[in-house]
């Protein structure tokens, strides 16, 4: 395959086009800002998701407590879990998953 100037050219040409619209779009953003006319107002309902959104980004995705429980258990041969219990637990979670 063959690479010449032309299409580092365009590239180029590429590359300029886009920081021109960055530009534009700086001080349009700027003008609009300084203007002082716009105003965002949020719902009850808005600010309440915002705040579990939060909440939720805050707490750890492993809840390191019970993984310790659980791991030691396993490892001194002392969790069972019965055959009864697995497709009660699969039968529950395929009915959620329909509703």
Known sequence: MRIDDKMRF???KA???ASKKKTSA???ESASS???SDSVSLS???KVLAGMKNTLASSPDVRTD???DLKSR????TYDVSGRQVA???VQTSVEDLF
């Open 10 to 12: 365009d590239l180029n």
């Open 15 to 17: 590359n300029e086009a």
């Open 26 to 28: 700086s001080s349009a």
């Open 34 to 36: 300084t203007s002082g």
């Open 44 to 46: 009850d309902s808005a």
């Open 66 to 68: 019970l993984v310790a």
């Open 74 to 77: 396993i490892e001194n041969g």
């Open 88 to 90: 009660e637990k699969i």
